[in-house]
């Protein structure tokens, strides 16, 4: 299966809770996996959930407005919009190495015309 998070998960063994209908339910939880643009998010049972719903992290001090992005069993995994995310490694690398392609091809397009230039002169 393909790979399509950007940034690699941080395991983690945290208490949480995911709070539901405007914090009139909540209901405990164990964060297994967190970033800062998502969770994975374990449930003692089978539970439902709505699509988005809060995710509270009292070690962390964090309280994050979260959507669900997939359901499994007792799992969910939880993306929390408007969070940035940090590019990583292989797309920097991607990146600056697309930098360098581009700067290359335009040192030969210079190379290019002035050769043209000399030939049309000569």
Do not use: Y
């Not at 967190?34 to 998010?41: C, I, K, P, Q």
């Not at 929390?80 to 335009?106: C, K, V, Y």
């Amino acid at each position: 299966m393909q790979e399509l998070r950007k940034i690699e998960r941080e395991p983690s063994f945290l208490r949480g809770r995911v709070i539901l209908d405007g914090e009139r339910t909540s209901i405990d939880c164990i964060i297994r996996d967190l970033t800062e643009s998502g969770a994975r998010v374990i449930f003692a049972s089978n539970v439902t959930v709505p699509e988005t719903v809060t995710l509270s992290i009292p070690a962390k001090d964090k309280v994050h407005q979260a959507r669900v992005r997939w359901r499994n069993n007792f799992a969910i995994g939880l993306e929390f919009p408007g969070a940035t995310q940090p590019q990583s490694a292989g797309d920097r690398d991607l990146n600056e190495r697309l930098a360098r392609l581009e700067e290359e091809i335009a040192t030969l397009r210079r190379l290019v015309m002035t050769t043209r230039n000399r030939t049309r002169a000569g």
